[in-house]
């Protein structure tokens, strides 16, 4: 199992980002597919998520400025990050879910300066 998390890097606030994860090892269209994120002495949170079916859950804090969406012929998620925040600085995780089980990518860092 693969989740390689690209896109990752510096950008001022008010700029944006678009994160990309490739995945392989499973079967990608029975998962939900998502994205968690790690700021410095926090808990992981989650960013977003969408279903096999295509429905999306967004973070309060990221919703209106973040889109994620998958390809399922390319078994790719990415998410598009407008607006950014310096609170949106962390690492990001993407992942992929079952029922039964859950895997993790490497994370990419994420740094918004002001």
């Known amino acids: 199992v693969q989740l390689q998390a690209s896109g990752g890097g510096l950008v001022q606030v008010g700029g944006s980002l678009r994160l990309s994860c490739k995945i392989s090892?499973?079967?990608?269209?029975?998962?939900?597919i998502g994205w968690f994120r790690q700021a410095p002495g926090k808990q992981r949170e989650l960013v977003a998520t969408?279903?096999?079916?295509?429905?999306?859950v967004y973070a309060g804090s990221v919703k209106g400025r973040f889109t994620i969406s998958r390809d399922n012929a390319k078994n790719s998620v990415s998410l598009q990050m407008n607006s950014l925040k310096p609170g949106d600085t962390a690492v990001y995780y993407c992942?992929?879910?079952?029922?039964?089980?859950?895997?993790w990518g490497q994370g990419t860092q994420v740094t918004v300066s002001s």
């Open positions: 090892g499973f079967s990608f269209d029975d998962y939900a």
């Open positions: 969408i279903t096999s079916g295509g429905s999306t």
């Open positions: 992942y992929g879910e079952s029922e039964f089980y859950a895997y």
